[in-house]
C-alpha cells in the first residue's frame, strides 16, 4: 500500500510566522499535490507538482509556495502566515507523471491553526 | 473549468442501497470520473474510477451515461461504517475538480 505521511498532524502558528509542511511518499509517485480542506468548500488544490523541481499553480496559491526537492518529498511554505490559512491541509500523490486521472492517495492531513 | 455538482447530504439505514449521484458540466473528452471516501481526521480514500457505462469493484458500483454528464455511485447493503463523506472528481490531463462532497448518514 502506498503510504503519504504528512509530518505533522497539528499545528499552531502564530500570524506572520513561516510555516513548513512536509509531505513524503514511498511508492515512487511523480505526481504529488496540496489541497486544504474548508467546511463547505470542500477541496481547493494549492499546488502540485509532476516531477522534481517542478511546481505548477493550482487553484488557490496565493500565500503559499511549494518545494520538491527530491521524488519522494512535496513541501508546503506559508512565507507569512495568516489568519485565514487555518485550515486542514492534505497532501496527496498519484503514479503516473503528468497524468490526472491517476488515483490519489492522500495523507492524514495536518490541520493548522494561525493566531 | 470542469465543475462537479453533488448533493450535501444523504440519510440511509443499514442493508439499504445508497445511489449517490454527482453532475459534472463541461466534462471535458479525456476526463475520467472519480470516487473518494473520507472519514473524520482522515485523507480521502479512492474508492473506484470509470470513463462510462459501469464499473464495478468490491467496495460499489459507478454508473456513467452515455452524455457523461453525470455519475452515480452506488453503495450495495450500507453499513454503520459507511457513515462517511463522498467526493466526485472529474479530471484528467487538466486540473482536478473536487465535488463539495455528500455527507452519508447511515442509521442502524
Known amino acids: 500500500d502506498v503510504k503519504v505521511t504528512q509530518s505533522s498532524r497539528y499545528l499552531v502558528k502564530r500570524t506572520g510566522e513561516k510555516v513548513f509542511l512536509e509531505c513524503v511518499q514511498d511508492m515512487d509517485h511523480e505526481n504529488m499535490f496540496w489541497y486544504r480542506q474548508d467546511p463547505g468548500l470542500g477541496l481547493r488544490l494549492i499546488y502540485f507538482s509532476y516531477d522534481v523541481k517542478m511546481k505548477e499553480k493550482g487553484d488557490i496559491p496565493e500565500g503559499y509556495s511549494v518545494s520538491r526537492e527530491k521524488k519522494e518529498r512535496f513541501s508546503l511554505i506559508l512565507e507569512s502566515a495568516s489568519t485565514n490559512q487555518t485550515s486542514m491541509y492534505l497532501c496527496a500523490s498519484s503514479l503516473i507523471p503528468g497524468q490526472f486521472n491517476s488515483p490519489l492517495h492522500f495523507g492524514n492531513g495536518t490541520r493548522l491553526t494561525v493566531t | 473549468l470542469a465543475k462537479t455538482t453533488q448533493p450535501i447530504s444523504m440519510d440511509s439505514y443499514e442493508g439499504q442501497e445508497v445511489n449517490i449521484t454527482c453532475s459534472h458540466n463541461?466534462?471535458?473528452?479525456?476526463?475520467?470520473i472519480t470516487w473518494y471516501q473520507q472519514f473524520p481526521s482522515q485523507g480521502p480514500r479512492f474508492i473506484i474510477q470509470?470513463?462510462?457505462t459501469k464499473v464495478t469493484n468490491e467496495v460499489a458500483s459507478l454508473f456513467i451515461p452515455a452524455d457523461r454528464k453525470s455519475s452515480t455511485l452506488s453503495l450495495p447493503r450500507v453499513s454503520l461504517s459507511d457513515t462517511a463523506v463522498y467526493y466526485c472528481l472529474s479530471g484528467g490531463t487538466d486540473k482536478l475538480i473536487f465535488g463539495t462532497g455528500t455527507r452519508l448518514q447511515v442509521f442502524p
Open positions: 470509470g470513463y462510462k
Open positions: 463541461n466534462i471535458a473528452t479525456n476526463d475520467y
